[in-house]
Structure formats: structure tokens, C-alpha cells
């Protein structure tokens, strides 16, 4: 079984600090770990992966995560927020190989605000 | 590549009709592909699995009978809510998953139903 936990329902930040957006997970697998953001009704964007190469994986728009295995850990960074990263952004995990590849468990997600 | 596009965006729908809701690999074949729910600021949840040409596997929760998913093609699924209801009100949204070997499923922009 897997599961994500998103540490933070809401984050706030200013224009120009940096994001962080927590996530950790559980997988009795080696997993294969996402972030996705999305916009008020709209549908999901990948912002990167990890698939078990560089733990340091870089995405779409200035993002990036560093997996972390000894902490189960995903945290999603950006440099600088910028007014446009106002979303909600989800953590998601698969593994397990075969068919449950590209199946997702999800965690609640969390809504980033960005403040002028 | 790996466009999925699912039809319609919206709909409304009377208590107590059925709608169909289409998810569609553009430029891949898809064997298997996934539905999902959200719930207004809720996560997602994974409702079904179905691969080509053989019936769906439905998470625990999830009344088959109500929510019936056909994958009939490589390249289509389709999601029928039978006899709809007002708490049926939500976001479904599909991902596919190439074949064998890719880890990833990609995701459809989400349908959003009002069941009135």
C-alpha cells in the first residue's frame, strides 16, 4: 500500500520568497513520485517526476524536488514565487510495478498563495 | 505527444439520467487507463482501472454498477454515471497509460458535472 501526506493545507509567501511545499510518502515499493499543480478548474500539470535516476529532479516553470529516501521525502522548491504559482499543488506516488504503474495515490494538497 | 483528451469539459445533467463521459489517447494507444474523482477542495481519489478488452477494476467504495467504464479501443474509455445524483456532482478526470513499460500515465484536462 501507498500513501502521501502533504505537510501544510495552505502555504502562504510573498512575491519573490522562496516555495517550499512539503510532502512525504510511503510506498513498501521503490516508488516513482509526482507533483502536479493545479488551477481553479482546470485539469492537472505535471511539474516533474522521480523515477528512481537523479534524486534531484528539476521541472517545468522553476521547480524542483529532491527525493530523499532515509526521510520519505518530496518537497517541492522554487526560488523565487512569483503571482502566477498561486494554485493547488498535489503530491502523488506510484509504484509497484506492472500494472500499477501510472496508478496514483494522491495527497490532499495544498493551496499556495502568493501574496504582491 | 501524449495527448489525452477527455470530452465533454462540463456538463449538467437532470437527477436521475445517465452521462458519458469520454477519455481519449490522441497519440498513443493506451492499455490502460485510469478515473479519478475529486470532490469540490478535495484530493483525488482513484476510482477504477481498466485496461482494453477486459472489464474494470473498481476501488473499494466505488459502486460498479453505478459508474460504468468501458475501454473497448486502445485509444478510448468511456465513463458512464447511471441514474445520476446530486452528490455525483464532481470532477472526473482520466489519465492513460501507454503501454508496457512506461511508468507514466497522462492526464485529461477533467470533466466537471452538476447534477441538477
Known amino acids: 500500500a501507498q500513501s502521501v501526506t502533504q505537510l501544510g493545507s495552505h502555504v502562504s509567501v510573498s512575491e519573490g520568497a522562496l516555495v517550499l511545499l512539503r510532502c512525504n510518502y510511503s510506498?513498501?515499493?521503490?516508488?516513482?513520485l509526482f507533483w502536479y499543480v493545479q488551477y481553479p478548474n482546470q485539469g492537472l500539470q505535471l511539474l516533474l517526476k522521480y523515477t528512481s535516476a537523479a534524486t534531484l529532479v528539476k521541472g517545468i516553470n522553476g521547480f524542483e524536488a529532491e527525493f530523499k529516501k532515509s526521510e520519505t521525502s518530496f518537497h517541492l522548491t522554487k526560488p523565487s514565487a512569483h503571482m502566477s504559482d498561486a494554485a493547488e499543488y498535489f503530491c502523488?506516488?506510484?509504484?509497484?510495478?506492472?500494472?500499477?504503474?501510472?496508478?496514483?495515490?494522491f495527497g490532499q494538497g495544498t493551496i499556495l498563495t502568493v501574496h504582491p | 505527444g501524449a495527448v489525452v483528451s477527455q470530452h465533454p469539459s462540463w456538463v449538467i445533467c437532470k437527477s436521475g439520467t445517465s452521462v458519458k463521459i469520454e477519455c481519449r489517447s490522441l497519440d498513443f494507444q493506451a492499455t490502460t487507463m485510469f478515473w479519478y474523482r475529486q470532490f469540490p477542495k478535495q484530493s483525488l481519489m482513484l476510482m477504477a482501472t481498466?485496461?482494453?478488452?477486459?472489464?474494470?477494476?473498481?476501488e473499494q467504495g466505488v459502486e460498479k454498477d453505478k459508474f460504468l467504464i468501458n475501454h473497448a479501443s486502445l485509444t478510448l474509455s468511456t465513463l458512464t454515471v447511471t441514474s445520476a445524483h446530486p452528490e455525483d456532482s464532481s470532477f472526473y478526470i482520466c489519465?492513460?497509460?501507454?503501454?508496457?513499460?512506461?511508468?507514466?500515465?497522462?492526464f485529461g484536462q477533467g470533466t466537471r458535472l452538476t447534477v441538477v
Open positions: 502523488a506516488v506510484s509504484g509497484g510495478g506492472g500494472t500499477s504503474y501510472g496508478k496514483l495515490t
Open positions: 489519465s492513460a497509460k501507454p503501454g508496457t513499460g512506461f511508468f507514466e500515465a497522462f
Open positions: 510506498s513498501s515499493v521503490p516508488p516513482y
Open positions: 481498466s485496461n482494453e478488452g477486459s472489464k474494470a477494476t473498481y
